[in-house]
């Protein structure tokens, strides 16, 4: 069995509109630039998938950076309910139904 490195786990949220969050760093950016996809877990599964690190590459800029990074940019990830084999690249001043959206990539 081939273990696989999960780079972020979600807890799943309740009463929210999205159900899994994931927040990417500053280090995810070197990651993406040495070509690696992001993997991403979920808590409450077993489920893992992976974004490619092309697509991530174009959207982590500081165009997009969110309000949670300390000092530190961060960027945001989010499941929604009705986007089952997506996720959403949060983008500020934008409304959720505005952002981009990735295909989750399988894991083997």
């Known amino acids: 069995m081939t273990t696989v490195k999960v780079h972020h786990t979600s807890k799943r949220y309740e009463g929210k509109p999205w159900v899994y969050w994931w927040d990417l760093s500053s280090k995810d950016v070197e990651r993406v630039s040495n070509g690696e996809n992001i993997v991403f877990g979920m808590k409450d599964s077993d489920e893992v998938f992976a974004l ?4 991530l590459r174009a959207y982590l800029t500081k165009e997009v950076v969110t309000s949670r990074g300390k000092g530190e940019p961060h960027w945001g990830i989010k499941q929604y309910p009705e986007d089952a084999g997506m996720v ?3 983008t500020p001043n934008l409304p959720a139904d505005d952002w981009n ?8």
Request: proline share 13%; aromatic share 0%; glycine share 0%.
């Open 52 to 55: 490619p690190a092309d697509i």
């Open 88 to 90: 959403r690249l949060e």
């Open 101 to 108: 959206r990735i295909e989750k990539l399988p894991v083997t």
